[in-house]
């Protein structure tokens, strides 16, 4: 087999075999095939596409190419989620331990936050001392004692993937659904989830901007999973406005405590709570969704779930302490409001802006490796269809220094963009997308 | 600028701007730009096609990444032909002494045979002593003393283009419109050529399989020349049967010298002559094509076009009394004829297999930088459409061993195949595209 051979038979819009896209991978990932060679297979097929045969292969092959892990043997009701990446996006904080007092296992492996999009590692480090580089011992031992991990990566998952995407990052080959859905797959795939749901983000704040692109999306990873041998259920979700209220790392732990003592933002809330009904009929602790809601809420309304988010923490070193007493949680210098300037209601609170000035208070980063301060932030204090009076508190801005601040509030205020007229709140999901058939459902 | 965003905007579709080209191709040049990058965005092209104008930009950034000789200067009526290549093709040991003895000057750089196609180079080294290697400052003085040079590459011509050639190679994507039409012209005009003729060959032992593909490539050519402030005519010429009786370079220079002396094969004779009639009317020594065919017969009938093809030879070190007594050439150790099987019409004489079998017998490389044996090949004796009796002589084998001609013998039988009823010959040319204009034209 020659890697040239499977580029131009791509380029010429054929199928390729799963023995060619075996082979294709497994040598990319031995060095055997130069970056220049898959370059142009990934430009050929990002324009020319690919079958749902084809994107299983890939996503089994770049699965096979490191470490498989195998969470099924080992508990009878592992399920795992996945977001696609988002503006506020503390969902994972809340779900897993909701989903683990259901009686379900979860062994996550988790991202950091890149560019406007948050990543759950970093707002875990928020907490002191919680250690989010499990190894792969330490991972398995935790998962068969409690079955309630949350780390980074651990042991050599999907090592094709992450050499390819560093590639497609800097050759325009990002954009492409099948090698998108196959990225995410494969390492969702070799961290052993059998049950997953895959929670897509569609918006101005999200990598999928229309609700179609991200339809496509879910869809394609759902038929991924079937054809792999796992289930999947796509949840697609809005990311327009933040999720929730607050965007910065211990902002948003802060957030997610308070949701878990039932005291969080509604939207957030009700957004966490459709998420582990999900998970808990995909790894049949429940036949419906009705069914599965009335155990997640009862979870959240007995503090069960909030006892299973403390022996996280416990158990991965954190000192319970700052979430028990949250206010311990480090704050920034400067906590500067906002307040409308205007009378009416909320037309707009663009994510994609909110999750950039983050980035310039210093909560996010625009390069892998870069530091970044736990404490700033922005609290947002309205949604999508609220009126407001005329100096309401509009948003918060938790920032270290008054020239960081300074550079943040003009896009933060141009984020609110206000009408005369009664503006619809934002959905908060717009479509699940089940094995086989998709659900139309939209809820507001 | 950054490479990234340009592979971008032509994965999207949109045309590239001159300064964005000029950027790409001069830090591709300089190494500042990966291979990765280059093979993602020639994909990109590939799939998504380029304007005219882009083709011309990408074409001059090629020309001046290196070297760019001026011709036009030194002469009045400098003038160039380019073949696609193919096989039997001896055209520019022909044409050039006829345009040069109409008063033309020839400064020509040619290149080796690969694959099924021949080179000039490789025909010319049959001769003992000629020089293919002429340094750039023994290029200019020849071509200013004696307006006729016939040598290899001279010089640091477009770089940009053997570098991204390369990589075209292992990448697939060599099968692009816009990149075989920008490499072939940067060589041409980086070379010094104001006028050209472009004879693009079209059939089964040609790059471009099909007469319509040769035309988007001709077209193409000719509108790079236009835009470039070139001169270019395009011939559309037939290459489904080789061109000419011989196949193989002493055979091939044997043919060369029989047709300066009036003695060629008919269709090897008629091609040239209506070759070297459109390039005296490029470069303006005959109004049109009849009365510049009335001059290229003069040269040819009164012997001057011989005598410039002598001039060559001496003036690059050749031992002319090779050519003035051809028998003295090399002579395969085998020399193997082969007598029709039947009676009939020849309806095919594959020109790619020939090609093909000359390689094996060793005339050409499969690799770049492979020996080759000058005095193998094969001499086909009759055209398609010709009647045959049983017995008579088809084709002959000049091998230099027994093995390699029973390599090459089943396949040049199945090269020829027959029809009982009466076959039409091949035409000789298909079209001619010049500036601004196609005029259809079908010759036999």
């Known amino acids: 087999m020659r890697a040239v051979d499977i580029i131009i038979k791509k380029r010429d819009g054929e199928e390729l075999t799963t023995e060619e896209i075996n082979y294709f991978i497994s040598a990319y990932t031995r060095d055997e095939i130069p970056d220049y060679q898959a370059a142009a297979w990934a430009m050929a097929v990002l324009l020319n596409g690919m079958t749902a045969k084809e994107i299983t292969d890939l996503t089994l092959a770049m699965a096979q190419s490191g470490d498989i892990l195998d969470l099924t043997g080992m508990a009878d009701h592992a399920v795992d989620k996945h977001s696609t990446g988002g503006v506020g996006d503390k969902t994972t904080l809340v779900v897993q331990p909701l989903v683990v007092a259901c009686g379900a296992q979860v062994g996550k492996m988790s991202g950091r936050g890149l560019g406007f999009s948050g990543g759950t590692l970093d707002k875990l480090e928020s907490i002191p001392g919680y250690r989010v580089d499990l190894s792969k011992d330490e991972f398995l031992k935790q998962f068969r004692e409690i079955g309630n991990v949350l780390t980074g990566q651990t042991g050599d998952l999907a090592p094709a993937d992450g050499k390819l995407y560093a590639l ?264 699940v997308v089940m094995e086989g058939q998709r659900l139309h459902k939209t809820k507001k």
Chains 1, 2 share one sequence.
């Open 168 to 431: 497609r990052d800097v050759t325009g080959t990002v954009a492409s659904l099948p090698l998108i859905a196959s990225s995410i797959m494969s390492k969702k795939i070799a961290a052993g989830a059998h049950s997953i749901v895959l929670d897509v983000k569609a918006g101005v704040g999200a990598f999928m901007q229309s609700v179609e692109d991200a339809r496509q999306l879910a869809k394609l990873m759902v038929e991924i999973a079937r054809q792999a041998g796992r289930r999947a259920t796509g949840v697609i979700s809005d990311m327009n406005q933040p999720l929730g209220n607050a965007v910065g790392n211990v902002l948003e732990v802060k957030e997610a405590i308070q949701t878990l003592h039932g005291e969080g933002p509604e939207d957030l809330t009700e957004h966490c709570l459709e998420i582990a009904s999900y998970m808990l009929v995909l790894t049949d602790l429940a036949r419906t969704v009705i069914e599965a809601r009335q155990q997640v809420e009862d979870a959240l309304n007995s503090g069960k779930a909030w006892e299973k988010f403390r022996q996280l923490v416990i158990a991965q070193n954190g000192d319970v302490s700052y979430i028990d007493h949250p206010e311990k949680l480090s704050q920034a210098r400067i906590i500067h409001p906002v307040y409308a300037s205007r009378s009416g209601y909320l037309s707009q609170i663009h994510a994609q802006i909110v999750g950039e000035m983050a980035v310039v208070l210093g909560a996010g980063r625009e390069k892998k490796g870069q530091q970044i301060d736990h404490a700033v932030g922005i609290e947002i204090h309205h949604k999508v269809g609220d009126f407001l009076e005329q100096g309401e508190k509009l948003f918060t801005i938790h920032a270290d220094s008054e020239q960081k601040l300074q550079e943040a509030l003009p896009a933060l205020k141009k984020a609110h963009q206000w009408s005369n007229e009664p503006v619809d709140p934002l959905p908060l999901f717009y479509e």
